[in-house]
């Protein structure tokens, strides 16, 4: 067993893990008081004007000061639509992975403490949605569903469609996950302890059972969200996710693609940076996460 | 003989626990479209009869189905065939609901007290699951004091309780196993292997507790084990088991002075003495059968000096000694 | 000369980035030509530890900070990796708790026993596998030529612990260090091995350290003992004397709390506590928190051996202990 302070310990001897976890840091505050610290606000039309629209970096010979890292085709400023869009980002990829992990652990669970058809059963369709690409899933829905609906409606329910998607198509992920850690606990004598006296086995499973795989679940939180913000990026990219009035970084690095060739890269590159910065420090933090937890590799502190 | 169906007699009430046929027998995993469903035996018609306060052991070596014995009776194994009886009760097939007050009076301790604690969960909270499943009338301050009347009574410091069994060494946490087995006060512990994950210096100290607490406490063990020297000292009747089934039964005392089943005297040959001597002449390599195709007459025939066709042929029954009021199944001992 | 000499052998590891914790600390011993000896310890004592640094197998980050190992009058620590492979697993064989630790999974048992020969002898194939045919034999395998095309996962427990012995003779070995060979065996299958290894040590006057927790087997196999607490050696001597008088406290205690020598139904002696760990050591004799003779002088300072025991207060009987 490891405790939060030996953990905390080993993540401050660290160097990879701290730098990945300060960029996390300072993108998710970045994200979480965009109203207060952006420059401008992007969806206040009051706030945008289209005379602006196009202009290069500050620091540019015809940039403007108060455009930081230049505007887009709409004259929003970069800086102030990153700053929101790395909110969206933040949580539809996180949101998805809640939603992951309900369905994920929950059947997981299930399958791994009833064995047998019901496991079976599980097991089998998790196969078969792992066959099916996430993208590829996504790509149906959405497209259905923004034929169906108008753009409107469509704008409400953007994130909540995307969580969704995202969501319940990589739940097998954490099932699987969860299954092989609770066949590893089930024929413990702790469970079979808890058995004696007669304790239902739901209660087995989610007061016993459940607390003894959440490490692994840890883990592959960290990187699915990571991989989620991919995805959503993907999908807006396509012009399947965001619409581009409340723009994910994946929606931003589209609407600027059109002009990289006509010059003006920077609608385009900063919010590319950023998103890359982001899914490498989640991925470098998962990673570490990995090796710190992982009993295999850690020896005699058990 | 006329016709007569002879009545099926009630069990005796007289016995703590009791099995009548017991049988347990687990399918192995195949291909669903293979035609051969193998079956491993790991109980076969086992009949025995616990008597209240006494230290009832249970010896054999891996695979012999002593501790599928101890789970089935306890419950977490379900019997293919045969029954449970506890204080004259039939416990095996009852629903869950009748079961609940039978099951403060059997609780069970394990081999590994390092897989036994919840690694998640502090001594305290440990202990009181049993007190709040079992016993739901009992009031947060009765729960406390149970607890820590009990944690007090198996040598355990009150301080321990809002740590978690990391910190504990094994000797500490087979002491907070045993405290968990005895918060709903039962009459009946099935104990399996509970010193042989320990080291030498602590077994004794665990086997005292153990006997303190059935002299205080008036407890009946079932005590599972492969050790011996343990059964002689601390057993008031054995029973030595061989591939699912009892071979002999009989007083601690009378089987280690006149052993009379074969398969009994070579595992006491087997014991390292401090004497010395008994390993000097070479034995030659014995194996257990496969227990999923067991041999149709004693399964310890091929091992066996004494065998003889009889033997491979047809399987003998439990049937008492005169001599010395042992139980043993075999066709050549008397 | 003595076979085998270990001086003074101490095995640190690292804690922390500057500390240093001693997992052996200090320990000698003699072994002549054919003695069979019996290191007995609790888990946490060392005694694997000291299997293990004898062949230099100390895993990293530990690592053999003092002493020697003299083989043969030869210095084991000293030599190269290339020299000791030349001795180990060919002059010294080891034989482990696990037979899976020797045993290859992928390969045939015939194959294993052959390439080991060949890595250690100029001999032909057919040579090679009818040598490790007449090893079989003689650990008692039985249709041991059909047993060469066998894969370990085929064979049970106790031939599994059979085969590990073959592989472990193959080499004509002058010493076997056997680590728990049994412990993970059933009692009738531990006393097929033990005999066994008896036997082969006696015919072909091999010596044998061997490491347990079980002073009957010991008591059974071995001439002289070695019981170890904390990383040190506190009692060492004759199996027999010891067995019948031990001077240390702890080896009595370790004894007297054995059930076969209590009376039946009467309480069993214990010792009170428990082996401390060999990062929280106490100061002077690391017995002393769990000994009744203990007095001032034992909590001052860890006391030499002399004549086989590391005590102020040596035993003349275990009666001496209450």
Redesign the interface.
Known sequence: ?ITWRSLFKRFLSDPVAIGAGIVLLLLVLMAVFAPLLAPQNPYDLMQIDIMDSELPPSWKDDGDARFLLGTDAQGRGVLSTIMYGTGISLLIGIGAVVVQAILGVTLGLIAGYKGGWIDAFLMRLADIQMSLSTLMIAIIVLAIFQAAFDANVYADYAIVMLIVIIGVAEWPKFARTVRSSVLGEKN???V?????????ARKVMWG?IL??TLTPVLVISTIQVAEAIMTEAALSFLGLGMPVDRPSLGSLIRSGFEFVFSGQYWITLYPALVLIALVLALNLLGDWMRDVLNPKLRRGD? | MSAQIKPVPSPQTDHIVETRGLEVRFPLPTHFLSREKPVLHALNTVDVAIRPGETFCVVGESGCGKTTLG?TI???QNPTAGEVYFNGQRIDQMD?AT??PI?RD???V???PY??????RNVYDTLV??IR??MPEKSAAEQRETVEAVLAATGCDLSWQRR?P?EFSGGQRQRI?IA?ALV?NPAFIVADEPISALDVSIQAQILNLLTDLQAERGLTYLFITHDLSVVQHFGTRVAVMYLGQVMELAETATLFATPKHPYTRLLLDAIPKLEGGSFDKPRTPGELPDPVNLPKGCPFAPRCPLATDLCRAERPKLRVLPSTGTEVACHHTE | MAMLEIDDLRVAFPRGKTEEIEALRGVSLRLEKGERLGVVGESGAGKSMLAFSILNLIAEPGRVSEGAVRFMGENLLDMSERQIRGIRGNRISMIFQDPMVTLNPVLTIGTQMIETLQAHRRISRREAHRLSVEKLKMVAIPSAETRMDAYPHELSGGLRQRVVIAIALLTDPELIIADEPTTALDVTIQAEIMALILKLCRENDVALILITHDLGVVAEVTQKLMIMYAGKCVEAGETRAIIDAPNHPYTAGLLKALPQNAEPGQKLYQIPGSMPPITNLPRGCPYHPRCSRASDECRAAMPEIIDGVACYHPLQSVEEIA
């Open positions: 067993m413990k004598e702790y079979d302890a808890a058995r004696v006296i007669g304790l239902p016993h607390p003894n058990d | 789970r306890i419950g977490l869950e079961r609940k099951r059997m609780q069970m394990f081999q590994n897989a036994s604690l919840n690694p998640r699951e049993p499943h079992l978690l990391h196993a968990r709903t």
